[in-house]
């Protein structure tokens, strides 16, 4: 699945979770996603935290087959910016 293809998936249930910050999910030369609010883009802008994962660890992230806490301590996901943010994810997520 492609960067568009998860953005896409996720636009639902950021618009409805109250979501107050901006996330971007890099996952290097596939593309980014921004997550600012309750808008989802696929352009590339500054935000409170980044999120680096490869596509695929994405892709299992947004289905939920792929824990975000585990990922984190095994190293497939890192965290840049205000961790805080990046826990709020969960809400989005779940």
Same mark, same amino acid.
């Given at each position: 699945?492609?960067? &568009? *293809?998860? @953005? ?7 618009? #409805?979770?109250?979501?107050?910050h #901006? !996330?971007?999910? /890099?996952?290097? $030369? ?7 609010? @309750?808008?989802? #883009?696929?352009?590339d802008?500054? @935000?409170?935290?980044?999120?680096k %994962?490869?596509?695929?660890?994405? /892709? $299992? %992230?947004?289905?939920? /087959?792929?824990?975000?806490?585990? @990922?984190?301590? $095994?190293?497939?996901l890192? !965290? *840049?910016?205000?961790?805080? !943010?990046?826990?709020?994810?969960? &809400? %989005?997520?779940?």
């Amino acid at each position: 699945m492609g960067v &568009q *293809e998860i @953005a896409d998936k996720i636009k639902w249930r950021v618009a #409805s979770a109250g979501f107050e910050h #901006s !996330v971007k999910f /890099d996952t290097g $030369s596939d593309g980014v996603i921004v997550i600012d609010g @309750a808008t989802v #883009s696929t352009t590339d802008a500054p @935000a409170d935290c980044t999120v680096k %994962l490869s596509l695929d660890d994405l /892709d $299992s %992230l947004i289905a939920g /087959d792929l824990n975000p806490t585990m @990922a984190f301590m $095994s190293g497939k996901l890192k !965290v *840049e910016g205000d961790m805080t !943010v990046a826990m709020a994810l969960s &809400q %989005l997520l779940g």
